[in-house]
């Protein structure tokens, strides 16, 4: 089969060898044209490729030089922006040696001010001028820094201070009374220590109301005589003044000084029990002594003559002379005995016993009723002690903690009510103890006379 393809490829070829040949030949020229034109071609893209080249290498060259430049300038920049980092440090320490000497400044000139803040809003004399407390005010605000003007204004506000502090002082101006209203009143500043006032017929010393400015009327009524010095002077009838020179502690000790009926209105409903209580234990106790008082007698003595009379058979003289103290329970039982006279001796036990069991409830009488009292009392003072501490749970609830005076109503309430119970309790407590003492040594005398008596009575009828 291979052999079959081969003579046929060749027969072929033999057959189409003419044509071939010539188209062999127009083939070689035309690759000799293009290969010459190649040739040329590729000259001129040498030629072009050079001329690029070179105009690159210039412009290398020129970028280079413009680089070397830049880099020139950017050292010659960092060298210049190194001298302003260093000028810039300078600076800042210099600004901050000026600043700190300006804050130092403003430290004192704020701290003068605050104390002449502190001064002016303890002295009587800022009621004249109370806008000052707003200007000093305003030197503590850190946000401002105080110029010159600002500092002489200071030093001009503290000489005015000093010159006013040596000053007596009088006008006619609005002050706050103790009703909390503002009045008109004549008022007396003495210096930076005390102002007196008068308005009316109240008349006292005046504080300042360090937030206002204004002059307040100092709680607490003066005494007779501090009340006649104050009027006196105010009506300048004597040049004798009463002066707080302590800076107002004097004054705030009076203004908190307080009578006992306002101690006793402080501690609420609750008081008007204990003292009813307290007064009823006392018209009690009053009684009891009058009652003891008048039943006490020399039985001894008594006793002494009733058993002379009873031992010579004269019962009448014997009665005669337990008569001669009537009322008193040792007379009354020995009448009773004397009574059973001639009768068996348990007849007489019997009649005597009856006698003392039926005096006792008359010595005993309201002790039962004074221990009660006395039991009550502090029982009372409990509930007005649970009663302000509820109110002051409730004004914690309202207005919270913040304010102590607002809770002092109910704290006054919840202690004064426990003391006064205790007050009340305690002396009926004695009291009682005492009373039964007494009457247990009346009791026991009169047992004593009544077995006397018995066996004075026996012994007759034997």
């Known amino acids: 089969m291979r052999r079959l393809l081969f003579i046929l490829s060749a027969a072929l070829l033999l057959a189409a060898a003419p044509a071939l040949a010539a188209d062999f030949d127009q083939a070689a020229k035309d690759t000799a044209a293009d290969l010459a034109t190649a040739k040329q071609e590729a000259a001129t893209a040498q030629q072009s490729i050079a001329q690029e080249k070179a105009a690159m290498t ?3 060259k020129e970028l280079s030089a413009r680089l070397a430049a830049e880099k020139k300038a950017l050292a010659a920049a960092r060298e210049g922006l190194a ?6 440090a300078e600076l800042g320490r210099k600004l901050a040696e000026t600043s700190g000497d300006l804050k130092e400044l403003a430290g004192h000139v704020r701290a003068g001010a605050r104390e002449l803040l502190a001064l002016a809003e303890r002295s009587p004399s800022t009621a004249q001028s109370p806008g000052r407390l707003e200007e000093l005010r305003g030197y503590l605000n850190k946000s401002r820094f105080p110029g010159l003007s600002d500092i002489s204004k200071l030093l001009d506000l503290y000489f005015a201070e000093m010159a006013a502090s040596g000053q007596i002082a009088r006008w006619r101006g609005p002050l706050v009374d103790r009703q909390g209203r503002e009045v008109s009143a004549d ?110 007698a020399n039985t001894d003595q008594m006793m002494a003559s009733v058993a002379e009379e009873v031992a010579k058979g004269d019962f009448a003289a014997a009665l005669e002379e337990v008569e001669k103290q009537p009322g008193r329970p040792t007379s009354n039982v020995l009448a009773a005995g004397l009574a059973h006279r001639g009768q068996a001796a348990d007849v007489i036990d019997a009649g005597l016993s009856e006698a003392m069991l039926r005096e006792l409830p008359r010595l005993e009488r309201f002790l039962t ?87 004075a009575l026996i012994k007759a009828e034997h």
């Open 58 to 60: 210039a412009r290398l």
């Open 187 to 296: 008022i007396v500043r003495l210096g930076s220590f005390t102002t007196l006032y008068k308005s009316g017929d109240e008349l006292g010393f005046a504080t300042l109301g360090p937030a206002s400015g204004r002059l307040l009327a100092a709680g607490g009524d003066p005494s007779w005589l501090l009340g006649r010095d104050i009027t006196a002077y105010l009506d300048r009838q004597s040049p004798a003044a009463p002066m707080d020179i302590s800076g107002g502690a004097a004054l705030r000790q009076l203004s908190r000084s307080e009578t006992a009926w306002e101690r006793l209105q402080a501690g609420g409903p609750l008081v008007w029990p204990i003292l009813a209580v307290a007064l009823a234990a006392l018209i009690l106790i009053i009684e009891r002594l009058f009652f003891l008082r008048r039943v006490r």
């Open 369 to 455: 009723t004074l221990k009660v009292l006395a039991a009550v009392a502090p029982l009372l003072g409990l509930l007005g002690t649970v009663t302000g501490m509820i109110n002051t749970f409730q004004v914690i609830t309202v207005f919270g903690a913040g304010d102590p005076r607002l809770m002092a109503g109910g704290i006054s309430e919840a202690l004064i009510t426990t003391q006064l119970g205790l007050a009340v309790a305690i002396p009926i407590l004695i009291a009682s103890a005492l009373l039964g003492r007494r009457v247990s040594r009346l009791a026991g005398d009169m047992e004593e006379k009544a077995v006397a008596l018995a066996a």
């Open 83 to 88: 001298q302003a980092s260093r000028e810039k």
